[in-house]
């Protein structure tokens, strides 16, 4: 099993610098510091208050069920952060290139990964149409994490996991409150 997770850790650290190191232009230096912040806390909670806002306060809203959405990934992430304590690539890692963002607290998962798939997933529930743009969006707030160097690859795949989980289980627990 250590050969295993050795290997993981070694394939980790190869994807994280591709995309740090191998990728790197003017263009993406100048946008992935904008994408990232889709995936920031000022920005998701703006969103999901907009929803609630527009969809009249609803109780069970999709603006509730996006929030909802997004406060129980919350909880998991930072529940998971303070349990796995999983330092950050430039902690660990030379030469990476971090954009003068110096990050201290945990790694694993991605907050940001996270709180922008919750609300992609819930978007592709609730709004079908929509759901290549919202997709797409999260997976750029993923890809941004790495390219400025504070995630791993697993960082963002498990952030990616648990906000489209988190999206799944609160849309059938509101679909089963609507049903009462």
Wanted: proline fraction near 3%; glycine fraction near 8%.
């Amino acid at each position: 099993m250590s050969r295993f997770i050795r290997y993981i850790q070694k394939e980790d650290i190869r994807l994280f610098f591709m995309i740090n190191e191998g990728v790197k232009c003017k263009l993406f230096d100048k946008i992935m510091p904008v994408i990232t912040h889709l995936g920031s806390a000022a920005v998701t909670i703006s969103f999901a208050l907009l929803i609630i806002i527009l969809s009249k306060g609803s109780i069970t809203g999709p603006g509730w069920e996006i929030a909802a959405s997004l406060t129980a990934s919350h909880i998991i992430v930072q529940i998971m952060k303070k349990i796995i304590n999983r330092l950050r690539p430039h902690q660990v890692l030379n030469d990476v290139n971090t954009f003068d963002i110096r990050l201290y607290s945990y790694s694993f998962p991605s907050g940001h990964t996270t709180a922008a798939f919750s609300i992609a997933g819930s978007i592709a529930f609730l709004f079908p149409g929509f759901t290549v743009l919202a997709l797409s969006a999260a997976g750029l707030v993923g890809i941004s994490r790495m390219y400025l160097g504070v995630h791993y690859p697993t960082d963002v795949l498990i952030g990616t996991l648990l906000g489209f989980a988190s999206a799944f289980y609160v849309h059938k627990l509101f679909l089963f409150i609507q049903v009462m």
